[in-house]
Protein backbone atom coordinates (compact mmCIF):
# COMPACT_ATOMS: atom_id res chain seq x y z
CA UNK A 1 0.00 0.00 0.00
CA UNK A 2 1.53 3.86 -0.74
CA UNK A 3 1.99 6.10 1.87
CA UNK A 4 -0.62 8.59 2.35
CA UNK A 5 2.18 11.01 2.05
CA UNK A 6 2.85 10.45 -1.26
CA UNK A 7 -0.67 11.50 -2.60
CA UNK A 8 0.02 15.00 -1.35
CA UNK A 9 2.13 17.57 -3.77
CA UNK A 10 5.66 18.55 -2.63
CA UNK A 11 5.23 22.00 -0.77
CA UNK A 12 6.32 24.42 -2.53
CA UNK A 13 8.33 27.37 -0.88
CA UNK A 14 8.30 30.71 -2.17
CA UNK A 15 11.25 32.92 -0.80
CA UNK A 16 10.37 34.22 2.60
CA UNK A 17 7.99 31.03 3.12
CA UNK A 18 8.50 29.08 6.28
CA UNK A 19 9.25 25.52 6.12
CA UNK A 20 6.50 22.74 6.88
CA UNK A 21 7.04 20.97 9.97
CA UNK A 22 9.68 18.41 9.46
CA UNK A 23 7.28 15.00 10.50
CA UNK A 24 5.28 16.43 7.19
CA UNK A 25 8.80 15.34 5.57
CA UNK A 26 8.11 11.81 3.23
CA UNK A 27 8.50 8.58 4.70
CA UNK A 28 10.37 5.44 3.80
CA UNK A 29 7.40 3.76 1.21
CA UNK A 30 7.22 7.56 -0.66
CA UNK A 31 9.85 7.60 -3.69
CA UNK A 32 12.29 9.88 -1.75
CA UNK A 33 12.10 9.52 1.80
CA UNK A 34 13.20 12.55 3.47
CA UNK A 35 12.22 15.11 1.46
CA UNK A 36 10.16 17.73 2.42
CA UNK A 37 9.64 20.64 0.09
CA UNK A 38 11.29 22.16 -2.94
CA UNK A 39 11.86 26.14 -3.94
CA UNK A 40 13.00 29.04 -1.81
CA UNK A 41 16.52 30.51 -1.83
CA UNK A 42 19.75 29.43 -0.65
CA UNK A 43 20.10 32.61 1.04
CA UNK A 44 22.50 33.13 5.08
CA UNK A 45 18.48 33.52 6.89
CA UNK A 46 17.59 30.50 5.04
CA UNK A 47 20.22 27.83 5.72
CA UNK A 48 20.00 29.13 9.00
CA UNK A 49 16.70 28.71 9.75
CA UNK A 50 17.05 25.37 8.20
CA UNK A 51 19.77 23.69 9.62
CA UNK A 52 18.30 25.33 13.05
CA UNK A 53 15.18 22.75 12.33
CA UNK A 54 17.15 19.30 10.93
CA UNK A 55 16.82 20.28 7.45
CA UNK A 56 19.45 20.39 4.80
CA UNK A 57 19.80 21.30 0.77
CA UNK A 58 20.38 18.31 -1.51
CA UNK A 59 19.23 18.53 -5.02
CA UNK A 60 20.87 17.87 -8.26
CA UNK A 61 22.01 20.32 -11.41
CA UNK A 62 19.08 21.17 -13.26
CA UNK A 63 16.52 20.61 -10.49
CA UNK A 64 15.07 23.12 -7.74
CA UNK A 65 16.13 23.39 -4.33
CA UNK A 66 14.89 20.28 -2.48
CA UNK A 67 15.05 20.35 1.10
CA UNK A 68 15.47 17.06 3.46
CA UNK A 69 14.87 15.79 6.81
CA UNK A 70 15.74 12.47 6.53
CA UNK A 71 14.28 9.43 9.46
CA UNK A 72 16.65 8.02 11.03
CA UNK A 73 19.53 10.38 10.73
CA UNK A 74 23.32 9.29 10.36
CA UNK A 75 25.16 10.89 13.31
CA UNK A 76 28.66 10.37 14.96
CA UNK A 77 29.66 10.61 18.70
CA UNK A 78 33.11 12.04 19.65
CA UNK A 79 33.48 9.76 21.93
CA UNK A 80 32.91 6.64 19.24
CA UNK A 81 34.93 7.61 16.80
CA UNK A 82 37.13 4.65 15.72
CA UNK A 83 40.51 5.86 14.99
CA UNK A 84 41.50 2.53 13.04
CA UNK A 85 45.24 1.49 13.65
CA UNK A 86 46.35 2.48 10.51
CA UNK A 87 44.83 5.89 10.73
CA UNK A 88 46.33 6.22 14.22
CA UNK A 89 49.87 5.20 12.70
CA UNK A 90 49.77 7.31 10.08
CA UNK A 91 48.89 10.47 12.27
CA UNK A 92 51.48 9.36 14.86
CA UNK A 93 54.14 9.68 11.76
CA UNK A 94 53.05 12.58 10.57
CA UNK A 95 52.80 14.68 13.75
CA UNK A 96 56.04 12.91 14.87
CA UNK A 97 57.80 14.40 11.68
CA UNK A 98 56.30 17.31 11.77
CA UNK A 99 54.66 16.85 8.30
CA UNK A 100 50.93 17.52 9.05
CA UNK A 101 49.20 21.05 10.25
CA UNK A 102 45.31 21.17 10.72
CA UNK A 103 44.35 24.69 9.49
CA UNK A 104 40.66 25.74 10.04
CA UNK A 105 39.00 28.22 7.61
CA UNK A 106 42.19 28.75 5.93
CA UNK A 107 40.94 28.49 2.40
CA UNK A 108 37.06 27.78 2.35
CA UNK A 109 35.93 28.58 -1.05
CA UNK A 110 39.56 25.82 -1.71
CA UNK A 111 38.02 23.11 0.26
CA UNK A 112 34.46 23.46 -0.88
CA UNK A 113 35.46 23.84 -4.87
CA UNK A 114 37.64 20.87 -4.05
CA UNK A 115 34.74 18.74 -2.60
CA UNK A 116 32.45 19.84 -5.53
CA UNK A 117 34.84 18.53 -7.93
CA UNK A 118 35.98 14.97 -6.23
CA UNK A 119 34.26 11.86 -7.90
CA UNK A 120 32.04 9.99 -5.94
CA UNK A 121 31.43 6.64 -6.45
CA UNK A 122 28.14 5.91 -7.62
CA UNK A 123 27.61 9.51 -9.06
CA UNK A 124 27.74 10.98 -12.80
CA UNK A 125 28.01 14.83 -10.98
CA UNK A 126 27.93 16.59 -7.77
CA UNK A 127 25.42 17.85 -5.42
CA UNK A 128 27.37 20.67 -4.78
CA UNK A 129 26.30 22.91 -7.52
CA UNK A 130 27.57 26.05 -8.37
CA UNK A 131 24.64 28.04 -6.75
CA UNK A 132 25.69 25.60 -3.33
CA UNK A 133 28.71 26.75 -3.55
CA UNK A 134 28.22 30.17 -3.52
CA UNK A 135 25.34 30.06 -0.82
CA UNK A 136 27.99 28.08 1.45
CA UNK A 137 30.81 30.43 0.63
CA UNK A 138 28.27 33.38 2.20
CA UNK A 139 27.63 30.61 4.74
CA UNK A 140 31.50 31.24 5.55
CA UNK A 141 32.22 35.02 5.30
CA UNK A 142 28.96 35.07 8.01
CA UNK A 143 30.80 32.58 10.69
CA UNK A 144 28.18 29.49 10.29
CA UNK A 145 30.26 27.35 8.26
CA UNK A 146 34.31 26.07 8.77
CA UNK A 147 36.73 24.23 6.44
CA UNK A 148 39.03 21.85 8.44
CA UNK A 149 41.96 21.50 6.74
CA UNK A 150 45.12 18.51 6.21
CA UNK A 151 48.26 20.35 5.29
CA UNK A 152 51.05 17.76 4.60
CA UNK A 153 54.45 19.21 3.79
CA UNK A 154 52.52 22.61 3.44
CA UNK A 155 50.36 21.60 0.85
CA UNK A 156 46.67 21.10 1.09
CA UNK A 157 46.47 17.86 0.96
CA UNK A 158 42.76 16.78 2.44
CA UNK A 159 39.44 18.48 4.13
CA UNK A 160 36.30 18.70 4.45
CA UNK A 161 33.67 21.44 5.19
CA UNK A 162 31.01 22.05 8.37
CA UNK A 163 28.06 23.86 9.59
CA UNK A 164 28.12 24.89 13.05
CA UNK A 165 25.41 26.37 15.30
CA UNK A 166 25.71 26.58 18.56
CA UNK A 167 26.90 23.22 20.09
CA UNK A 168 25.69 21.48 17.08
CA UNK A 169 27.67 20.03 13.58
CA UNK A 170 27.13 19.12 10.47
CA UNK A 171 29.43 17.60 8.39
CA UNK A 172 28.59 18.15 5.15
CA UNK A 173 31.67 17.20 2.40
CA UNK A 174 34.89 15.30 2.16
CA UNK A 175 37.97 15.05 -0.22
CA UNK A 176 41.42 13.79 0.15
CA UNK A 177 44.41 14.72 -2.72
CA UNK A 178 46.51 11.93 -0.60
CA UNK A 179 45.80 9.09 1.01
CA UNK A 180 43.96 9.10 4.64
CA UNK A 181 44.06 13.30 4.77
CA UNK A 182 39.95 13.65 4.46
CA UNK A 183 40.26 11.03 7.17
CA UNK A 184 42.89 12.91 9.07
CA UNK A 185 40.54 16.12 8.61
CA UNK A 186 37.66 14.51 10.11
CA UNK A 187 39.65 13.04 13.38
CA UNK A 188 40.86 16.51 13.62
CA UNK A 189 36.94 17.93 13.94
CA UNK A 190 36.39 14.82 16.01
CA UNK A 191 39.36 15.96 18.74
CA UNK A 192 37.82 19.65 18.35
CA UNK A 193 34.60 18.46 19.15
CA UNK A 194 35.89 16.32 22.18
CA UNK A 195 37.81 19.02 23.27
CA UNK A 196 34.72 21.60 23.38
CA UNK A 197 31.98 18.67 24.64
CA UNK A 198 30.55 18.76 21.30
CA UNK A 199 28.39 15.83 21.54
CA UNK A 200 27.66 14.87 18.01
CA UNK A 201 28.17 15.58 14.42
CA UNK A 202 25.61 15.30 12.42
CA UNK A 203 26.53 13.19 9.00
CA UNK A 204 23.13 13.15 7.88
CA UNK A 205 23.18 9.84 5.12
CA UNK A 206 23.87 6.40 6.28
CA UNK A 207 27.07 5.10 4.60
CA UNK A 208 29.30 2.01 5.18
CA UNK A 209 32.24 4.21 5.23
CA UNK A 210 30.98 6.46 8.21
CA UNK A 211 29.54 3.63 9.95
CA UNK A 212 32.99 2.27 9.59
CA UNK A 213 34.37 5.24 11.86
CA UNK A 214 31.97 5.01 14.18
CA UNK A 215 28.70 6.78 12.96
CA UNK A 216 25.06 5.17 13.84
CA UNK A 217 21.57 6.15 13.23
CA UNK A 218 19.17 7.68 15.61
CA UNK A 219 15.47 8.64 15.45
CA UNK A 220 14.61 12.45 13.32
CA UNK A 221 12.67 12.62 16.87
CA UNK A 222 15.84 12.35 18.76
CA UNK A 223 17.64 14.14 16.64
CA UNK A 224 15.93 17.48 16.40
CA UNK A 225 15.83 17.18 21.13
CA UNK A 226 19.19 17.34 20.83
CA UNK A 227 19.50 20.10 17.94
CA UNK A 228 16.98 22.15 20.11
CA UNK A 229 19.58 22.01 22.85
CA UNK A 230 22.37 22.14 21.23
CA UNK A 231 22.06 25.18 19.35
CA UNK A 232 21.40 27.57 22.50
CA UNK A 233 24.53 26.78 23.88
CA UNK A 234 27.51 28.71 22.88
CA UNK A 235 29.43 27.86 20.14
CA UNK A 236 33.41 27.36 20.07
CA UNK A 237 36.12 29.12 18.96
CA UNK A 238 36.84 27.66 15.49
CA UNK A 239 40.79 27.32 16.24
CA UNK A 240 42.65 23.82 16.05
CA UNK A 241 45.39 23.58 18.97
CA UNK A 242 47.62 20.51 18.35
CA UNK A 243 47.17 19.65 22.20
CA UNK A 244 43.62 18.63 20.99
CA UNK A 245 45.22 15.17 19.51
CA UNK A 246 45.94 14.41 22.87
CA UNK A 247 42.73 12.65 23.65
CA UNK A 248 42.22 10.61 20.69
CA UNK A 249 46.00 9.43 20.78
CA UNK A 250 46.06 8.90 24.37
CA UNK A 251 42.28 8.62 25.38
CA UNK A 252 41.48 7.85 29.04
CA UNK A 253 41.65 4.10 30.44
CA UNK A 254 38.19 2.99 31.79
CA UNK A 255 38.41 1.48 34.44
CA UNK A 256 37.86 -2.31 35.06
Not at 33 to 51: E, H, I, N, R, W
Not at 70 to 83: A, H, K, Y
Not at 104 to 119: G, K, L, Q
Not at 176 to 202: G, M, N, Y
Request: with cysteine.
Amino acid sequence: MASSRASHALPWLEPGDPFPPVSSAWGENDPAPGLLAAGGVLDVPTLLSAYARGIFPWFSSGQPVLWWSTDPRTVLNPGSFRLHRSLRKTLRRLLEQQRLEIRFDHDFERVIRACAETPREGQDGTWIVPSMVQAYIRLHRAGAAHSVESWIDGELAGGLYCINLGQAVFGESMFSRQPDASKLALAALVAFCLAHHIELIDCQQDTPHLRSLGAHTISRRSFCHHLEQAIRLPAPRWRFAPVYWDTLLHPPRTSP
